[in-house]
């Protein structure tokens, strides 16, 4: 069974500074790793995904993240962010096996002030 | 190319009353997945359709069940409503259970 933690249940920060969004997972086998994104009242949309090869993976509207799999986390960053950025993040794990449930975090609220 | 489909967007139902919520998965994809989403938390896995079978559950009861048809499109269907199923229930599909793509929900009040 895996989990997943998101240290930060919200995330404050002005228009053009940079953000962390923190994620960390608990797993007994190896795992793909994924940051979502949830505007309100909307489903949720795939930001970047990390299922092998280098660690620091690029997504979408300036996104990165790192897998860093001796802390087992999989932080979000953003060097610098938009009004339009504040949304719910949420970070998810999936077996790299037979297993192909995602397992969420609690999520993250970003928001932007000017 | 259309994304993952669902409908209704909104429910009202009241206790006791049964569900029927229904997706189309995006062009291609073979693999539909549900979860529930209560307010303010993380989507939860409610189980996975592959090849119109149910291939994985998570940990929620019988009165959640659902179906695959053979245009790979799903219903989740929810009996004896309670209280506590409101909630935004998303699809997700995927091709053979890699990548998953959501739909935009389904909000379910149960009154």
């Known amino acids: 069974a895996q989990s997943v933690t998101q240290l930060d249940s919200q995330v404050p920060v002005f228009e053009e500074a940079p953000v962390e969004l923190r994620c960390n997972y608990s797993s007994s086998v190896s795992v793909y790793l994924f940051w979502y994104v949830q505007y309100p009242n909307q489903g949720l949309q795939l930001l970047l995904k990390?299922?092998?090869?280098?660690?620091l993976v690029k997504g979408i509207n300036g996104f990165e993240a790192e897998f860093n799999k001796s802390q087992t986390s999989f932080h979000l960053r953003k060097p610098s962010v938009h009004i339009s950025d504040t949304a719910e993040y949420f970070c998810?794990?999936?077996?790299?096996?037979?297993?192909?449930?995602?397992?969420f975090g609690s999520g993250t609220q970003l928001t932007v002030l000017p | 190319d259309a994304g993952v489909t669902q409908s209704p967007t909104h429910l009202i139902k009241t206790r006791g009353q049964q569900v029927t919520l229904r997706c189309s998965p995006k062009s291609g994809h073979d693999t539909v997945s549900w979860y529930q989403q209560a307010l303010g938390q993380g989507p939860q896995f409610i189980f996975q359709y592959y090849e119109e079978e149910e291939r994985q559950r998570g940990n929620f009861p019988d009165r959640f069940s659902g179906h695959q048809f053979p245009n790979y499109s799903s219903e989740l269907n929810v009996n004896a409503l309670l209280l506590g199923d409101s909630a935004l229930y998303l699809c997700?599909?995927?091709?053979?259970?890699?990548?998953?793509?959501f739909g935009p929900g389904t909000r379910l009040t149960v009154l």
């Open positions: 998810a794990v999936r077996s790299a096996g037979s297993a192909r449930q995602l397992t």
């Open positions: 997700a599909s995927s091709l053979t259970g890699d990548t998953q793509y």
């Open positions: 990390y299922l092998s090869g280098s660690t």
